[in-house]
Nanobody, 125 residues
Framework: QVQLVESGGGLVQAGGSLRLSCAASGRACSTYARGWFRQAPGKEREFVAAISWNGGNTYYADSGKDRFTISRDKAKNLRYLQMNSLKPEDTAVYYC??????????????????WGQGTQVTVSS
């Protein structure tokens, strides 16, 4: 069983930055593709970014291109989402997810098998 735990959320002013972290435990999880998704109040959960198991491929939603960066720390088995130039519309609960069947992360929520509990990001105007 894989467990994912997000951290790093909080309250930030528009234009500020946050770095989210996703820690994973469980056998073989280091070979799984990982993704970040978010869900704003009253909206469906949406894709933010994904990274392949080895960090060689990344994929971003248009909403985060040029502002967000997904990365990995191999030694610590962590995945990060660096978010810069934050906007009020980025306010949401951010979830880390793992896809055990694919090595390259894709933007499809249904392909992910494991999910964290989420971390709240609030951007004030």
């Amino acid at each position: 069983q894989v467990q994912l735990v997000e951290s790093g959320g909080g309250l930030v002013q528009a234009g500020g930055s946050l770095r989210l972290s996703c820690a994973a435990s469980g056998r073989a999880c280091s070979t799984y593709a990982r993704g970040w998704f978010r869900q704003a109040p009253g909206k469906e959960r949406e894709f933010v970014a994904a990274i392949s198991w080895n960090g060689g491929n990344t994929y971003y939603a248009d909403s985060g291109k040029d502002r967000f960066t997904i990365s990995r720390d191999k030694a610590k088995n962590l995945r990060y989402l660096q978010m810069n130039s934050l906007k009020p519309e980025d306010t949401a609960v951010y979830y880390c997810a793992a896809d055990r069947q694919r090595h390259i992360g894709r933007p499809f929520e249904y392909e992910y098998d494991y999910w964290g509990q989420g971390t709240q990001v609030t951007v004030s105007s």
